[in-house]
């Protein structure tokens, strides 16, 4: 929060760690999508999983240059490897091997959304796969109910450490959180981004998180409720947050919960927001530290629950 049509092409395939990996090129109409499609080495078939990652220009491991290090789906795609799993994760838009052919200013988040939807476009019809699942993580899990509502033929959705209300609202209780005067700015800054005018009277604080270039964007994003897009998913749905997540509470869950009632709903124990394992009650300061230690492991929970879900829907 402080920082603030369809032609895949297939480039190569590697053996790794009883996996293979092979490197994937999404064209879309904004531009190309850079991902890797890895496979359990002893799939004859098996589910798959899309990967969609949250906020931020972060690239197909989960890192991005907002100072996240963790690796967070990197080491995610490992452990549902190694549980049998396909998955498919991309560097997003202005990250990684990926491009955006629109200025900053430009940028839309139905863009988003319509570029990542066209993974399925590959994985539909490969013919290793049986289900195919999305799981999103935070902004990404907004976005994988969304494809999901769109595209029938997604078989289940995982929605992990995603919010429960709308973008404006959510950074707004966010910055409230650490202070109230700024958290009464960051509302007035979002009344205006909304309204599409400029910025009077707003913090410097604020105002600088919160370039003009970002504005389109940033509107476009808070015209969705996480609640009315999970509320209209007709496949089954899992909910998954942490208890030391600093972003994204479990008053998040719940709202996503009373918004589709037939949705499982897990609280993993001291995972925090990059899905690693914290000690109860750990300061603001030292939770917010492990987003960049990359040495730091998957929460021991997460893989297992997942695993679960899947596993019950499958039979």
């Known amino acids: 929060m402080k920082n603030l049509l369809l032609l895949p092409f297939f480039a190569f395939s590697i053996s790794l760690f009883a996996q293979s990996e092979e490197e994937s090129t999404l064209e879309t109409a904004q531009g190309s999508l850079a991902g890797v499609l890895t496979i359990p080495e002893d799939c004859n078939t098996c589910d798959v999983i899309l990967m969609i990652s949250g906020s931020g220009p972060n690239d197909r491991d989960g890192n991005s240059n907002a100072g996240v ?15 049998g799993y396909a998955t498919l994760r991309f560097d997003k838009y202005f990250s990684g091997s990926s491009t955006y052919d629109l200025p900053q200013a430009e940028a839309d988040f139905n863009h988003f959304i319509e570029g990542f939807e066209g ?32 595209q029938p033929e997604v078989d289940f959705v995982i929605s992990l ?22 958290g009464e700015n960051m509302k007035k800054a979002m009344d205006f981004i909304k309204a599409g005018e400029a910025f009077e009277g707003i913090s410097p604080q604020i105002a600088m998180s919160l370039p003009a270039p970002t504005h389109k964007f940033l509107r476009s994003w808070m015209a969705y409720d996480p609640a009315e897009e999970i509320a209209a998913v007709e496949q089954p749905v899992l909910i998954i947050n942490g208890t030391e997540d600093i972003q994204v509470s479990a008053q998040d869950a719940e709202l996503l919960k009373a918004a589709q009632p037939s949705a499982g709903l897990v609280m993993i124990e001291q995972m925090n927001h990059i899905l690693k394992e914290v000690e109860a009650h750990t300061s603001f300061g030292e939770n917010f530290a492990t987003y960049s230690n990359p040495d730091l492991p998957l929460h021991k929970g997460l893989v297992p629950a997942i695993h679960n879900f899947v596993e019950s829907i499958s039979k």
């Open 119 to 150: 993974w399925l476009g590959v994985l539909l019809p490969h013919p290793q796969f049986d289900n195919i699942g999305i799981l999103g993580h935070s902004q990404g899990a907004m976005i994988a109910t969304i494809i999901a509502r769109r």
């Open 69 to 83: 290090k963790g690796q967070p789906f990197k080491y995610l795609s490992d452990g549902l490897v190694e549980s």
């Open 161 to 182: 450490a995603g919010p429960g209300m709308p973008m404006d609202e959510k950074m707004t209780q966010q910055v409230m959180a650490q202070s109230a005067e700024l």
